[in-house]
């Protein structure tokens, strides 16, 4: 790619994003402006929703399994490989951390087994595509369909149905006075794993600008002939990048299932798309953590939007059509974000000593 078509995609995903960046705000100036002038109308009930300290409670709470499962499709993208999985990650770290939550009774202990399986999982998914050279997008369709069998059979057979067992759920942190803040107040009462979200935020980012094996995981993502030169394994980089997002997902999966003290497998099971709306998120957020997460946020908060929208019944629309509110906004913004700049040799395969 020539640097001047580079430059090219670059200033168009910006621009892209800017679009979509000013729709936003301009949308949220004018419901602000509307609320406060008539606060009676449709304009004024959504604007007391958006502002409520309930609505940022259950984005953040929303946002938890997406973002963790971002973070790790970053990893491994970064890094040279397509993790489309991550749905099934979720899933199976879902099934997993409520299954040993019952068991040894323990929802800490159920949280790392959720975390070793999924991290099996995606070391599963590894050696399939780094080892043996498999299609990474086929893979990763197969370990999400392995876990959306694999999850619910697991169910039937332990608990005779779908659905499992409730189990213990992990209680809020509460911050004295600060919780007491209006609408800003719920991010100083939220559950534990919601302050893991931000830690994990940090961290990823700092890890990927900061450090050492950052600056493999990027080489290896965009000149793995590079790093091989200067002496790294690309192989092991990929290794280890794809298992740190099997371990990401894994704490986003069992999360979101021991928040909610149950795994649920009926359908697309409690996941229900959330993995695939994370890839969204990271392409939006251009393999950014912390972009990441906004458009993690963004997304959940349509999420939590849409059902105080149908519980309150504030527009007169059938319900179905406000339920579809987060999901047209993803095609949305597929559509308007332009070109991402992916790793350069994202679904390449690489060994040493290739030309």
Not at 9 to 17: A, F, K
Not at 100 to 113: K, M, Q
Not at 190 to 205: D, E, R
Not at 238 to 267: H, K
Request: proline share 4%.
């Amino acid at each position: 790619m020539s640097e001047t078509s580079l430059r090219s995609n670059l200033t168009e995903g910006l621009d892209s994003r800017r679009l979509v960046a000013g729709v936003a705000a301009l949308l949220l100036v004018a419901i602000g402006v509307l609320g406060v002038l008539f606060p009676s109308s449709d304009a004024g009930q959504v604007l007391n929703i958006l502002t409520a300290k309930s609505t940022l409670s259950a984005t953040l709470r929303l946002s938890v399994p997406i973002a963790f499962a971002a973070l790790g499709g970053i990893f491994a993208e970064k890094s040279g490989v397509i993790n489309i999985g991550l749905e099934g990650l979720l899933i199976i770290s879902a099934f997993g951390g409520v299954y040993f939550a019952d068991v040894t009774g323990s929802t800490w202990l159920g949280l790392l087994a959720g975390v070793l399986a999924s991290t099996l999982l995606a070391l599963l998914f590894a050696v399939v595509c780094i080892e043996f050279r498999a299609d990474q997008i086929i893979a990763g369709l197969a370990i999400w369909l392995i876990a959306l069998g694999l999850a619910p059979f697991a169910s039937q057979v332990v608990y005779g149905g779908p659905n499992t067992a409730s189990v213990p759920t992990i209680g809020t942190v509460t911050i004295p006075y600060l919780s007491d803040i209006p609408s800003l107040g719920a991010l100083f009462d939220a559950t534990p794993f919601v302050y893991m979200m931000f830690v994990a935020v940090a961290l990823s980012w700092w890890t990927l600008n900061r450090t050492t094996f950052g600056r493999w995981v990027i080489a290896s993502g965009e000149n793995p002939k590079a790093l091989d030169t200067a002496g790294v394994d690309v192989q092991r980089v990929r290794y280890a990048a794809v298992v740190i997002s099997g371990v990401l997902a894994g704490i986003g999966g069992a999360a979101l299932s021991l928040s909610l003290g149950q795994f649920t497998g009926n359908g697309p099971t409690m996941v229900n798309g959330k993995g695939f709306i994370a890839i969204v998120a990271y392409l939006f957020g251009n393999y950014n953590p912390i972009g990441a997460m906004l458009s993690t946020m963004l997304f959940a908060g349509l999420d939590a939007l849409q059902l105080t929208l149908q519980a309150r019944d504030v527009f007169a629309i059938p319900q179905p059509l406000v339920r579809t509110i987060p999901y047209v906004t993803v095609i949305v913004v597929l559509a308007l974000v332009g070109r991402t700049q992916i790793p350069e040799a994202a679904g390449d395969h690489y060994e040493s000593g290739d030309d």
